[in-house]
């Protein structure tokens, strides 16, 4: 079993739809959690990053982590062609500043116009 | 915010040449910096982690005498891929940790490395 299970895609929805993205995890050590975009033969960027449980909100993105069932989502709203990416979740038990990140496959999201 | 500049951004080689890839932080003191290696349609896989004047620990199945990180300063980190072949042919980026809250994980972005 892998530390981290993200549903690889493709998915693909029409320009304006609430997008779902999700990871599961193993390892209840990991206390933080983030979510990259990747887009094609670029590094990933950052877009969100979580401490412990709860729910953060940045613009159209609204990440929630539920450590009790170990499982954290990632959500678009009113999504855009020009969220067309790959999307990873990553996390850590060791903190930001140098704990070794665990990734996620990455889910590749399609925004049609 | 915190930068991260890697280079080159693409490299073709022949086999057995060597290969090296830079990564700078531009803006902040990177004391962990990270190496990982991308195939296409895959998640990142973390090569090595290395920090400043110390050598790099490899992750298992990682050889440490092919893929050779340098952590000379706080601000620079390379990755030599030695004696190449096809099969090194991958995307590889770096990612650095700085010190103080907020810097979190920056990533540079990419090499493309082609060995024929």
């Known amino acids: 079993q892998k530390e981290v299970e993200q549903d690889p895609g493709p998915l693909s929805v029409p320009e304006g739809a609430i997008v779902s993205l999700n990871c599961t995890y193993s390892?209840?050590?990991?206390?933080?959690f983030m979510w990259y975009r990747q887009y094609s033969r670029k590094g990933p960027e950052l877009l969100m990053y979580t401490y412990s449980s709860g729910n953060k909100e940045d613009g159209r993105f609204t990440a929630q982590v539920d450590k009790s069932s170990k499982y954290i989502s990632l959500f678009i709203r009113d999504s855009q062609p020009s969220d067309s990416a790959t999307y990873l979740c990553a996390m850590s038990a060791g903190g930001n500043q140098g704990g070794k990140l665990i990734f996620g496959q990455g889910t590749e999201l399609s925004v049609k116009p | 915010g915190a930068v991260v500049s890697q280079h080159p951004s693409r490299v073709i080689c022949k086999s057995g040449t060597s290969v090296k890839i830079e990564c700078r932080s531009l803006?902040?003191?990177?004391?962990?910096m990270f190496w990982y290696r991308q195939f296409p349609k895959q998640s990142l896989m973390l090569m090595a982690t290395?920090?400043?004047?110390?050598?790099?620990?490899?992750e298992q199945g990682v050889e440490k005498d092919k893929f050779l990180i340098n952590h000379a300063s706080l601000t620079l980190s390379t990755l030599t891929v030695t004696s190449a072949h096809p099969e090194d042919s991958s995307f590889y980026i770096c990612s650095a940790s700085g010190r103080g809250p907020g810097y979190g994980y920056t990533f540079g972005s990419g090499t493309r490395l082609t060995v024929v």
């Open positions: 803006d902040f003191q990177a004391t962990t």
């Open positions: 390892n209840s050590a990991f206390q933080y």
């Open positions: 290395s920090n400043e004047g110390s050598k790099a620990t490899y």
